[in-house]
């Protein structure tokens, strides 16, 4: 048992059932257990409850103030979408009649182009924020639009609302079908530059920019090199598209014709780091998933926007066979959900695709699923420092799931264990069950405001 050598306080203490995975399992069940959350929002202790006299005199804390979850509840760590378009959520659900190319130019340029509106962007914005974080989303990798106000006002409602965020103001000089919706490449230096400055300048803890070149084929040569470069002088994040359909994948080979693949347009402009991630990758070969793994630049899998779009399946099992980092994305709204749930879902429903069509194919297990969307997301986010499990000394993000809510979706029989309730909760769940959300210690869901 780790000594209170510090002078950290205790802020919350629960007793019951903690669910997570760690390297070595996909998912572990501690039962009878309690995790102690220091005022600094970090995990200070784990331990079984039977010290839990000794934890109260070692962290003092009363053991009148323990959170006792009930039998039907777990704690599980926060969810994290490695992927997902804020500027796109307006239209979540709607406008998944054409392929990738077309529905970009016809549905989803239109919308992002309105984002020089701040009160059109501030409505967008504040209603992705709080849905998500609503369905136990604690970190989001977003996608804003060009627009340099409206980007940081998402980064400002994040912090606001509690999320962690890494949030990108997308770049993107070539774009004939909309010509309105893009920058020059002098103006889009220029504003990534401000970009990065100003949202660094507010030092918000849980926020930070990521770099993020649309995709390749919106971006010049000269802009993917700048975009590099800025990444890498500012150690930041970078995330783009790759791979996506197959008609992009060909283009690609056309607009850049002394690359090797489509993986090697962004190695050669210096975009694949290890704090890179690529959203899709449905058609990489092997050999680009080996640089992949050299570069560690990880991928998202969004299941639901590639099969809503039409767009392929990515083969998650030979990702992982190449030790290449991968955590799951909604892709809102390519992909028609905002919950991580439900990324969970198509990514078994995919899994098992590829299973009927090659009954050689291991099928991913829910318990894999799980770990994807939490410790895997953190990973391909280069967070797992931070976050994806239970782990002292990491921030306390996590989920208070209860299984049997008052006119909930799930129902529960005798003798169904935590494994079941588990099973039960990540095929069946929604946000009536994720009763409560933390993230860095504070929590954020129920909002303040209701
Ligand atoms: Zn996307």
């Given at each position: 048992?780790r000594q209170n050598?510090?002078?950290a306080r205790i802020?919350?203490v629960?007793?019951?059932?903690?669910?997570?995975?760690?390297?070595?399992?996909?998912?572990?069940?501690?039962?009878?257990?309690v995790?102690g959350?220091d005022?600094?929002?970090?995990?200070a202790f784990?331990?079984?409850?039977?010290?839990?006299?000794s934890l109260s005199k070692i962290w003092l804390f009363?053991?009148?103030?323990?959170?006792?979850?009930?039998?039907?509840?777990?704690?599980?760590?926060?969810?994290?979408?490695?992927?997902?378009?804020?500027?796109?959520?307006?239209?979540?659900?709607?406008?998944?009649?054409?392929?990738?190319?077309?529905?970009?130019?016809?549905?989803?340029?239109?919308?992002?182009?309105?984002?020089?509106?701040?009160?059109?962007?501030?409505?967008?914005?504040?209603?992705?924020?709080?849905?998500?974080?609503?369905?136990?989303?604690?970190?989001?990798?977003?996608?804003?639009?060009?627009?340099?106000?409206?980007?940081?006002?998402?980064?400002?409602?994040?912090?606001?609302?509690?999320?962690?965020?890494?949030?990108?103001?997308?770049?993107?000089?070539?774009?004939?079908?909309?010509?309105?919706?893009?920058?020059?490449?002098?103006?889009?230096?220029?504003?990534?530059?401000?970009?990065?400055?100003?949202?660094?300048?507010?030092?918000?803890?849980?926020?930070?920019?990521?770099?993020?070149?649309?995709?390749?084929?919106?971006?010049?040569?000269?802009?993917?090199?700048?975009?590099?470069?800025?990444?890498?002088?500012?150690?930041?994040?970078?995330?783009?598209?790759?791979?996506?359909?197959?008609?992009?994948?060909?283009?690609?080979?056309?607009?850049?014709?002394?690359?090797?693949?489509?993986?090697?347009?962004?190695?050669?402009?210096?975009?694949?780091?290890?704090?890179?991630?690529?959203?899709?990758?449905?058609?990489?070969?092997?050999?680009?998933?080996?640089?992949?793994?050299?570069?560690?630049?990880?991928?998202?899998?969004?299941?639901?926007?590639?099969?809503?779009?039409?767009?392929?399946?990515?083969?998650?099992?030979?990702?992982?066979?190449?030790?290449?980092?991968?955590?799951?994305?909604?892709?809102?709204?390519?992909?028609?959900?905002?919950?991580?749930?439900?990324?969970?879902?198509?990514?078994?429903?995919?899994?098992?695709?590829?299973?009927?069509?090659?009954?050689?194919?291991?099928?991913?297990?829910?318990?894999?699923?799980?770990?994807?969307?939490?410790?895997?997301?953190?990973?391909?986010?280069?967070?797992?420092?931070?976050?994806?499990?239970?782990?002292?000394?990491?921030?306390?993000?996590?989920?208070?799931?209860?299984?049997?809510?008052?006119?909930?979706?799930?129902?529960?029989?005798?003798?169904?264990?935590?494994?079941?309730?588990?099973?039960?909760?990540?095929?069946?769940?929604?946000?009536?069950?994720?009763?409560?959300?933390?993230?860095?210690?504070?929590?954020?869901?129920?909002?303040?405001?209701?």
């Amino acid at each position: 048992m780790r000594q209170n050598d510090t002078t950290a306080r205790i802020a919350h203490v629960f007793s019951g059932t903690f669910v997570h995975s760690t390297p070595r399992a996909a998912v572990e069940i501690l039962e009878n257990c309690v995790l102690g959350v220091d005022d600094e929002g970090k995990i200070a202790f784990i331990e079984k409850e039977k010290d839990l006299v000794s934890l109260s005199k070692i962290w003092l804390f009363e053991t009148s103030d323990i959170k006792q979850l009930g039998q039907n509840e777990f704690l599980m760590p926060g969810m994290v979408d490695t992927h997902i378009h804020a500027s796109q959520y307006s239209y979540t659900g709607t406008a998944l009649d054409l392929p990738l190319l077309e529905w970009l130019n016809t549905y989803t340029f239109p919308v992002e182009a309105k984002y020089k509106d701040l009160e059109f962007a501030n409505n967008v914005y504040t209603k992705v924020v709080r849905r998500t974080l609503k369905n136990g989303t604690t970190t989001a990798c977003y996608f804003a639009t060009i627009h340099t106000d409206a980007s940081l006002l998402l980064g400002e409602l994040a912090d606001k609302f509690g999320q962690r965020a890494l949030v990108g103001k997308v770049c993107m000089d070539c774009n004939s079908a909309v010509p309105q919706y893009k920058e020059s490449p002098s103006e889009c230096k220029v504003e990534t530059d401000r970009f990065i400055k100003e949202l660094l300048k507010k030092q918000y803890p849980h926020v930070k920019p990521v770099v993020t070149p649309r995709f390749a084929l919106s971006c010049s040569a000269s802009l993917l090199s700048e975009l590099g470069e800025i990444a890498n002088n500012n150690k930041l994040h970078i995330q783009s598209h790759i791979s996506e359909n197959k008609e992009e994948v060909e283009l690609v080979k056309t607009l850049f014709p002394g690359c090797k693949s489509y993986t090697d347009v962004y190695l050669k402009h210096n975009l694949l780091t290890d704090k890179t991630v690529m959203a899709h990758g449905c058609h990489l070969t092997d050999e680009e998933l080996e640089i992949f793994h050299e570069t560690g630049s990880a991928i998202s899998h969004c299941p639901n926007s590639n099969i809503s779009i039409c767009s392929g399946m990515l083969n998650v099992r030979n990702v992982l066979k190449h030790k290449v980092k991968l955590g799951l994305g909604t892709d809102v709204a390519g992909g028609y959900s905002p919950s991580v749930l439900d990324a969970m879902r198509r990514t078994l429903d995919t899994s098992k695709t590829l299973t009927i069509q090659d009954p050689q194919h291991q099928t991913l297990t829910f318990e894999e699923v799980f770990r994807l969307a939490t410790l895997g997301g953190s990973e391909a986010l280069s967070l797992d420092e931070q976050i994806g499990n239970f782990v002292v000394g990491k921030d306390f993000d996590a989920l208070r799931v209860n299984v049997c809510v008052p006119d909930g979706p799930i129902d529960l029989f005798p003798g169904e264990g935590p494994k079941v309730i588990l099973e039960k909760f990540l095929n069946l769940g929604d946000d009536r069950n994720i009763t409560e959300v933390y993230v860095a210690g504070r929590q954020v869901v129920p909002f303040l405001d209701t």
